[in-house]
Nanobody
Framework: QVQLVESGGGLVQAGGSLRLSCTTS????????MGWYRQAPGKQRELVAV???????NYADSVKGRFTISRDNAKNTVDLQMNTLKPEDTAVYFC???????????????WGQGTQVTVSS
């Protein structure tokens, strides 16, 4: 099982910026998709942004133009640069990766423990 660890969360005022990072460890042959989801209190977990190994990205409409996802395929890491943050961005942010441990194994998905992002108004 691949382990994912997020960092970079915290408290920021509206209009500010934060950068989240996610590192991986464990046996990895390849990672197809890496991304970020978030879950606010009382709400379901929702997609924020994902990126494929080829660099294709997909963003939630609510973060387009403000957030940028980037990935280092050599290091198996993924970052999320969050600008112009709004109070409604407040949530726990989770890193995720869909990967193959070895060439002979099927794809699996792992999640990090999450990092809290709080945006004050």
């Amino acid at each position: 099982q691949v382990q994912l660890v997020e960092s970079g969360g915290g408290l920021v005022q509206a209009g500010g910026s934060l950068r989240l990072s996610c590192t991986t460890s464990g046996t990895i042959f390849s990672i197809s998709i890496m991304g970020w989801y978030r879950q606010a209190p009382g709400k379901q977990r929702e997609l924020v942004a994902v990126v494929t190994s080829g660099g294709s990205t997909n963003y939630a409409d609510s973060v387009k133009g403000r957030f940028t996802i980037s990935r280092d395929n050599a290091k198996n890491t993924v970052d999320l640069q969050m600008n112009t943050l709004k109070p409604e961005d407040t949530a726990v942010y989770f890193c995720t990766a869909t990967y193959r441990p070895t060439v002979a194994m099927k794809f699996d998905t792992s999640w990090g423990q999450g990092t809290q992002v709080t945006v004050s108004s």
